[in-house]
């Protein structure tokens, strides 16, 4: 298969034209000790303390129980602290420096461990748990305050956690900076617009880690589908959503690998080409 995506790469990179995209989720981090969200082990299978997060992951929910999700929210931040890039993070970094402007990595991630790995142009599509901003939207997502400290499940906010977690200029509480289940995309905040831009100028697109269960990751890959551009999976399950509605596709190249082992070797080959 690697033999095959050469080929098909050494062709893209010689005709200069469209992106070379690259879109990650949950399974690219789960090799630096982060859950997915549909795993066996995953977020939205062992939930929280009480509710799955189709109910708690909700602006409905956080409007009545705003200390009990940011609880959760803080001992989500001590996990994402203690998480390091892996070597598919830094395999994407090396691959934008050689691809330049060509380069385009679109995120469902939220822990930011792409920017720690040093890659600079990033587009989250659902936020970043490295930022807030106020609940009632009169603030612009702003970085994550350093003086609210993360947190284990079972401890609870404090005082002073309580009047740091609100907007300094309507005193109404701060959110996380991510999408949750009952928002929608949209361009301000998630870039609803420039993924569709990216999606329809993208002559080969790496879908990594990621199983097809939101909307947005789906029309885009629905989008360069269409295009009859080349789609590339990278996923050691074979069975996801993506599997299912890109079957018998022409232009779709299947690696059946985690994401540290088939990235560095792709980086590989990219090096190779632009020799």
């Not at 995953?42 to 409007?63: Q, V």
Request: aromatic share 10%; proline share 4%; with cysteine.
């Amino acid at each position: 298969m690697m033999k095959e995506l050469k080929e098909i790469l050494q062709t893209i990179l010689k005709e200069k034209k469209g992106y070379l995209t690259f879109l990650t989720g949950a399974g690219i981090s789960a090799e630096s000790g982060l859950p997915t969200y549909r795993s066996i082990d995953g977020i939205l299978i062992k939930g929280t303390k009480y509710h799955r997060p189709e109910e708690f992951g909700t602006y409905r929910y956080f409007s009545q129980n705003q200390e009990e999700v940011w609880q959760y929210n803080l001992f989500w931040k001590n996990m994402i602290e203690e998480a390091k890039p892996n070597a598919g993070h830094f395999a994407i970094t090396e691959i934008e420096k050689l691809l330049g402007e060509r380069f385009k990595l679109i995120t469902q991630n939220v822990d930011g461990l792409h920017q720690r790995s040093g890659t600079r142009k990033v587009y989250e599509i659902h936020g970043s748990k490295q930022k807030v901003r106020c609940s009632k939207g009169c603030s612009e997502p702003f970085d994550f305050p350093e003086n609210i400290q993360a947190k284990e499940y079972t401890e609870d906010l404090t005082p002073d956690d309580i009047d740091d977690l609100k907007c300094k200029k309507c005193g109404n509480w701060l959110r996380p900076h991510t999408l949750w289940f009952d928002e929608s995309y949209n361009e301000k905040y998630y870039h609803f617009d420039t993924a569709y831009h990216i999606a329809d100028n993208t002559d080969i697109l790496f879908v990594v880690g990621t199983s097809g269960s939101t909307a947005l990751p789906i029309n885009i890959v629905e989008t360069v589908k269409i295009r009859a551009k080349w789609i590339v999976l990278i996923n050691p399950d074979n069975d996801t959503h993506f599997d299912y509605i890109l079957r018998g596709s022409k232009t779709l190249c299947s690696i059946q690998e985690s994401s540290s082992v088939a990235l560095p070797q792709l980086k590989r080959i990219i090096e190779e080409i632009l020799k």
